[in-house]
């Protein structure tokens, strides 16, 4: 039952960035177009490129929405509203995420085309560097919760968010967090004017609306991950629990998008010598001054 | 008990099909992807028995790992796609016969061995990992550590072997 | 040694029967030259020896590794012919193919490059959008039906060519203009130059994904484009405010420093020559932009950021000359009946200085000669994309601000 | 005797199994690491059913399936450190032409 009601609001949560997408980007507030841009995606013939390996082909757009939504299953809306609150959620994100790789891999191979391909590649260099960065901002997040329940993790920042208490966890999570949803500025796999949508360049219709909607819940997923272990999850004055969740996550979720907008895209140099000789270090720098805290401020 | 062993059984079968598929498929991509999928199966069987934190960390391992196979599988193969539906392997029968006779081992001695008494309840999941935590921060810390050195060291290692050697840009390739 | 000859077809005796057969599958052999049945490759040729059905492997360096199994193919033979990368590992490089309507490049350009991975190794650009027709250079027309059609050329820099060949025809017709007509032209001029930089910016936000700025310059190019003196003068503190946010844009540096850097050179032509540190502006040497106050704006590094910066500071100053000439003038068609003469012209356009050569015969224009600025850049995109990374590559390409129009080839 | 201890350990019997062949059969360098990864992933079953039905409570049992991981990712490390080396060298990983080449 919990796990229906998360699933239906993390479809109205992919509905809700449409939207914010939109907004964001042509300044008009509609709540319409992203159904109607869906109906008529579904509408649309669904190509298939002429040499594709289909079984990759067919998978990964659902393969790219099972991962997304496997991710959201362990994070808490509410202290009741979540699907299972494993003893090792905060490391079962990760796990469910890492797909996203597998999924934009099959993406890029399945269609034989030089664009997907290209995409494909780009992101397995991309995420090999920040998936580090993901996991090790969570590792300092459950140094402090002494857990790696995600409520556990939430309840732990009543006193102070982690967001104030580790600022430098949560700026390499955010950036690794958008690396991640192949977002503005880190669009490398799907940049539209290097590769002409590089992965999801031979996708159309059903294919491609599966596509986008994974993409959309991705984005969700990993908002509501942002507020899980830095916002304080539920927790906050007058509102009730629920209201709070939504409404940090629509917050992270605009930041997201907004922040790609007001950037040129990175290079993929730079992407990478960043991620690995800058990112890393600083991931453990932060684990350590956390340990110390920890140790000296329990 | 039985659902148990059904999720063992399951993904045991899951893992040994994607294992066999591996070296039966031409295209080096599929290969790649269906070692990951058997090892996925096979944390999904550390799940069925219950030990949360390892299956959840073979998951998620995998995944990158053979990934990275993937990509040096279509750069160092021939015939990455499979099209041409080449004969890649060697020795088929004596590798079949070793296969076969290390299976037949192992399983005889998995039958016929008598195991002693089972215990059939395990701690929960959170008192795991806290206990493997403690394990690999106490009385295994050294080999821990070892292993930690080891992989920097090898990680190291391989990059200097992988590089390009200097002098090497300098000179045409003599072969 | 006959396994020499099974490499190379040419040199082999036509006595000798040839069969071919495919690389991958020797049990495949036919007569004719084709493509495998099973895997679609190409057959390669081979002679057909009397003695016995010959060895794939014989005659290389490892002719000991006789195999019974047929179906073993060295991959050192695969490897060896092929492309070495810069980091020393041979690999199959592909062609693909960046246009006619790409997003992240001026549309009806096609280029093909040839990538080394995610690297670029090799580049051939052509445009699709040639018009011969528009510019005959032999077939008489009269001086406006001339004028009419040169403007045509380029839909991206209309005043600028119709300019100069109204200048063509002045000059050939040995007509002076007025002060107060120059001034105007020099207005009507700036405006273009203003429009067509920004539309440079738009090229630029669209190939980095940089929406804020694609929004703003493509807003500010169609207001711009026909906007009069006034309206002009009113985007100055909007331009002010674009010129401040990008200097503090993050990552805009890191995008754009040493990159796509071009050596100085004699083909480079207007903004991406002044980025070089070349003074090449015929605007310096007009005495009406002189007396406006004119001053050339330069860049020494020659990468993407000194394009930038030059465009930007054109774009500020072609503001302060519309402001200084007073008016815009709308370039009425030139009155020049009868008369006849050799008349050249040279105009700055958005993209660097145009050449026109023409000879007038009794008002009639009875032969042309154009040289564009983007026909010379054209030629640059090959040593400027060689093994750069493919993204960084097609921005270089764009930010030469080719007009695929108005290259002649 | 337990069903699920016997069905985990035909798992890692077969898994094994395969994995030899693998090991043995292939020719190139990238599938021979194939076939080493599954005999560690046989090996790691049987040490996670030993753990489970035998000793839950020793946790030292969990440890040694983590280390199982780590030489699984060092064999990789080692092995395309070798493997890049070998290409750019000879342009080949087939081992065929690496026993060839070893005199």
Redesign the interface.
Known sequence: MTSLLIILLLLAGAYLVAVLEAWI?NGRLRFATPVLAGIAMLGRESIVPRQP?R??FETAPVLLLISAILGAMVLPLTPDLITTD???GA??I??AL??V??AL??AG?GP?G??AM?GG??F?GQ??AY?MLIVMPITAVAMRAE???TTQIVVSQAGLWNIVYQPLGFGLFFVAAMALAFL??F??AT??????SGVEAEYSGVRLAVFRLARLTLVMTLAAATVVFYLGGWQGPWLPPWAWSGLKILAVTAAMLLA???????????LMAWGWMLGIPLALLNIFLVGVLVLVWP | MTTQAFFIGFFGLAAVWFGVVVFRTHSMMRSALALLFSQTALGAMFLGMQAEFLGVLQIMMMATEMSIMAIFMVMFMMDPGGLGEMEMTHQKRLSLVAGFVAFTGAAAVAVLFDWGPVVSVAPDAAQQTADLGLELLGRSMLIFETAGITILTAMIAATAVAILPIEAKTTTNEY | MPAETSHTPHHMSHTAPVEYTCPMHPEVVQHKPGSCPKCGMFLEPREVSADSRPDEHAGMDHSAMNHDDMAFMSMIDVTKDLPRSNDGLPMDWIDVPFGPFFPGLPSALLLILTLDGDTVAGARAQTLAENTALLPDSAAMDAEHFVERLAKLDPLAPLAYRLLARRAIENAAGVEIAPTTARGRIGALERERIASHLGWLALFAQQTGFDWLLQRATALQLHSQQANRQQMLALKPEIDRLKKRLQRTPLLKSRSVGLGQLLPDDKLRGPVARAAGITDDARSTDPAYIALGFKTSQRNTSDILARLQVHLDEISHSLVLIEAAGSIDTLPLPVVADASGDGEAVVETPRGSARLQLRLDQGRVISAQLDTPSTQHLSLINALTEQQALGDALLAVGSLDLSPWEIRQ | MSIELILALMTGAALFGVGIYGALSQTNLVMIMMGVELILAGAMVNLLAFWRYLHPDVAAGQMFVLIIMTVMALEMAVGFGVAIARFRAKGSVEMEEARELKG
Request: aromatic fraction near 12%.
């Open positions: 980007a390996d079984i990759f494993l003893a090792t490391l079962f990760n796990a890492v797909y790789l597998v891999l099959m191979w034989d030089a664009y290209i590649w780009r397995l995420l090999i998936a857990s790696l329940l503005p500025p669009d490398l940049a539209n004017s290097e590769l002409a790609g907008r007001l950037m040129p895209r990175i290079r993929e140099a730079d």
